[in-house]
């Protein structure tokens, strides 16, 4: 079974999970809370047309990407290449998350997710090459906007949506994020016939 973000495949041996990044740019200050979100190419086969926050794979050049360093430039690199965001340093990441692609996935990616406010005098430009359109939306007017079939969204996207909602600012954000423990989330896919549920830890079946 082929879902956006790879197929679905119940037997033999996971894939290797590549090391990624992911940056949740927020806008807002103290006022509100508004998050970047781009929409990847449509003919792309991963993710196609899919509203997603800018990253991707960690290249060799970036260094070793067990570390932090390593995780962190790529972050920056493809906020900039995606969004063509720039101005955020290294140390404006603030880790926020970890997400390890299911086992049953055949393209799997263990992606580190940090916040970053946008840079004053920033401005976002889209590649037109990987992503196509930009939107600044609430997590709530992004969830909604899912919900009424604008905004085709993956599971993860979607989750993490829902953990911003709750907050009332982009400062409030990141003064509740900092220096909190990150510990990996793994997701797993359970097949009920043709139908596909994704559970998470916490979960019943999971």
Same mark, same amino acid.
């Given at each position: 079974? &082929?879902?956006?973000?790879?197929?679905?495949?119940?037997?033999?041996?996971?894939?290797?999970?590549?090391?990624? %990044?992911?940056?949740?740019?927020?806008?807002?200050?103290? %006022?509100?809370? &508004?998050?970047?979100?781009?929409?990847?190419?449509?003919?792309?086969?991963?993710?196609?047309?899919?509203?997603?926050?800018?990253?991707?794979?960690?290249?060799?050049?970036?260094?070793?990407?067990?570390?932090?360093?390593?995780?962190?430039? $790529?972050?920056?690199?493809?906020?900039?290449?995606?969004?063509?965001? $720039?101005?955020?340093?290294?140390?404006?990441?603030? +880790?926020? %998350?970890?997400?390890?692609?299911?086992?049953?996935?055949?393209?799997?990616?263990?992606?580190?997710?940090?916040?970053?406010?946008?840079?004053?005098?920033?401005?976002?430009?889209?590649?037109?090459?990987?992503?196509?359109?930009? $939107?600044?939306?609430?997590?709530?007017?992004?969830?909604?906007?899912? +919900?009424?079939?604008?905004?085709?969204?993956?599971?993860?996207?979607?989750?993490?949506?829902?953990?911003?909602? %709750?907050?009332?600012?982009?400062?409030?954000?990141?003064?509740? $994020?900092?220096?909190?423990?990150?510990?990996?989330?793994?997701?797993?896919?359970?097949? &009920?016939?043709?139908?596909?549920?994704?559970?998470?830890?916490?979960?019943?079946?999971?």
């Amino acid at each position: 079974m &082929e879902t956006p973000e790879g197929r679905i495949e119940t037997g033999g041996e996971p894939v290797f999970a590549r090391p990624a %990044s992911t940056v949740i740019l927020l806008r807002g200050g103290s %006022s509100q809370l &508004e998050i970047l979100l781009v929409q990847r190419t449509p003919d792309q086969t991963f993710m196609g047309g899919m509203w997603v926050f800018p990253g991707g794979a960690v290249d060799p050049d970036d260094g070793d990407p067990e570390t932090d360093a390593a995780q962190r430039v $790529t972050a920056i690199r493809e906020l900039e290449e995606e969004a063509g965001v $720039t101005g955020v340093a290294p140390e404006d990441l603030v +880790r926020f %998350s970890r997400w390890v692609t299911p086992k049953e996935v055949s393209k799997r990616f263990d992606t580190h997710f940090f916040l970053a406010p946008m840079p004053d005098g920033a401005a976002v430009q889209i590649d037109g090459d990987e992503c196509v359109d930009s $939107t600044w939306l609430s997590p709530a007017a992004a969830l909604a906007a899912h +919900r009424d079939g604008a905004l085709p969204m993956v599971f993860p996207t979607i989750k993490h949506l829902e953990q911003l909602e %709750s907050f009332e600012s982009a400062d409030e954000l990141l003064a509740a $994020t900092r220096g909190r423990e990150v510990v990996p989330v793994e997701p797993r896919v359970h097949m &009920e016939g043709e139908q596909v549920r994704v559970l998470l830890p916490g979960d019943p079946g999971y």
